[in-house]
Every structure is written in structure tokens, then in C-alpha cells.
């Protein structure tokens, strides 16, 4: 992730995004699967990663969750970790079945 970030910043990309994981919930091909607690940790030192090497300007998107049903435990294994909800600037979900889930309560809960 940092020598992506590096890269880019050579390059004169102004990187202000990064989604570490996708479809965390989902599983292969499109990114790993693991538990929340798992994709908590995993937010936590991309976090502390980040900022040891001067990037803490940049916003994480979290989640990035391929089913609507799983969202809200995602969601819920970041919000008691100040270290992740500082640099989270945006939530991302998709589902492939063609649900759509209201994630405003949790967001609040």
C-alpha cells in the first residue's frame, strides 16, 4: 500500500482514497475474506502504516462489502476504534443480488 502510494506520489498522483480491501465479506477472486474483527485489525495498521510514513493526509474508504446482510458487522468492528474512524472518510457497499440496505442506523448506533 505505501510503495503504491509513493509511486503514485512520483508520478504527480494526488492520492486523496485509498480502500485497503474489496468485497471483504465475498471472498475470491475479488479480495480476501475475513471476519469484522479480522477486517478491523487489517483497517488498524493499514492505519498506523499509513500515518508512520507521512500519509495520514489520506482518507480510507472502508468497507467495500459485496452483500448488503454483512454490512452492518463490518461496520460495527470499526466504530469503537478511534485510530480507523479518524482517517475513514467514506463507506462503500455493493450487492450482487440486488438488495438495497439502509446503513444510516448504524451508522448512528
Not at 475474506?33 to 493499514?46: D, L, N
Not at 510514513?53 to 458487522?73: C, F, H, M, R, W
Amino acid at each position: 500500500m505505501n510503495n503504491l502510494i509513493a509511486a503514485g506520489r512520483r508520478q504527480g498522483v494526488a492520492l486523496q482514497w485509498f480502500s485497503p480491501l474489496n468485497e471483504i465479506d465475498y471472498g475470491s477472486p475479488e479480495g480476501p475474506k475475513i471476519t469484522p474483527g479480522e477486517y478491523a485489525e487489517v483497517m488498524e495498521q493499514s492505519v498506523v502504516r499509513l500515518q508512520a510514513n507521512s500519509y495520514g493526509d489520506i482518507g480510507l474508504i472502508g468497507l467495500e462489502t459485496a452483500s448488503g446482510s454483512t454490512t452492518d458487522a463490518y461496520l460495527h468492528a470499526l466504530k469503537n476504534k478511534p485510530t480507523i474512524t479518524q482517517m475513514l472518510k467514506a463507506i462503500a457497499m455493493h450487492d450482487y443480488a440486488g438488495q438495497s440496505s439502509d446503513i444510516r442506523p448504524a451508522l448512528t448506533a
